[in-house]
């Protein structure tokens, strides 16, 4: 009847950026597709094009897909530090969906995966040494994330936060990839905490609009950028929201 029966922003870079290998995603299109519209949102001078965009059957592997790391890591090792409500239901899986709940990760290397299995709406926020970078989604089913690439050989801490509130899904931590001769290091807890209860703002309702006029979507929230994220930040704490 060409109806629109499906939406879905595949891939969000941030405001400014010269790494479009950064924007990059996967779509499952529905069986009732009769067919499908890549569009390309910019702003700003300049160029921008499609490059890269592949078809694969379901259960086949793209070929722009993440390249798997030599060092496997279980999603339950004792040296990660996990921050929020996490089911742990499965004992070697855990599952999260409240906003700003994070992982973090420090290891002696240069590159990093997330094995990850979550909805199509459900973002993440990656922070590099205390800096934020890029977002990922998660999208359905088990996939690869790449967290972080030719980081200079020596000691590095990720964390890993949900930047969507528990509406949009949930993820599921099936195990992290290091690179060859990388060495996983223990995360030590700090000594300070805070936990914010509250609503919308607390979960960063549309703090990431353009405008206050823009319509709301997952890819305008982010509980990285709240009140209660960045005093936490501030006063080097833990965080829960």
Not at 88 to 104: E, I, L, N
Request: with cysteine; proline share 4%.
């Amino acid at each position: 009847d060409w109806k629109q029966i499906d939406y879905n922003i595949v891939a969000d870079g941030p405001k400014t950026t010269t790494d479009w290998n950064a924007f990059r995603g996967t779509q499952t299109v529905r069986d009732d597709a009769a067919y499908v519209l890549l569009n390309l949102v910019v702003s700003g001078n300049g160029k921008v094009w499609f490059d890269d965009v592949s078809l694969a059957q379901p259960g086949a592997v793209a070929q722009n897909a993440i390249a798997p790391l030599p060092l496997q890591i279980a999603a339950n090792d004792a040296r990660l530090r996990y921050i929020g409500r996490f089911d742990w239901s499965d004992k070697t899986a855990p599952r999260c969906a409240w906003p700003a709940s994070s992982v973090t990760i420090r290891f002696r290397g240069t590159d990093l995966n997330a094995k990850l299995r979550g909805g199509n709406n459900v973002r993440w926020q990656i922070e590099v040494d205390g800096k934020p970078t890029e977002k990922i989604k998660v999208g359905e089913g088990e996939n690869l994330y790449r967290l972080a690439s030719g980081l200079k050989n020596g000691e590095h801490t990720i964390r890993l936060i949900q930047a969507t509130e528990a509406l949009f899904g949930t993820t599921q931590v099936l195990g992290w990839q290091l690179n060859a001769g990388a060495q996983l290091l223990p995360v030590a807890p700090r000594t300070r905490r805070i936990e914010i209860i509250g609503d919308s703002i607390s979960a960063g309702y549309g703090n990431e609009a353009a405008s206050k006029e823009e319509k709301f979507s997952p890819d305008t929230q982010n509980a990285y950028f709240t009140y209660g994220a960045m005093a936490a930040r501030e006063l080097n704490a833990e965080y829960a929201c």
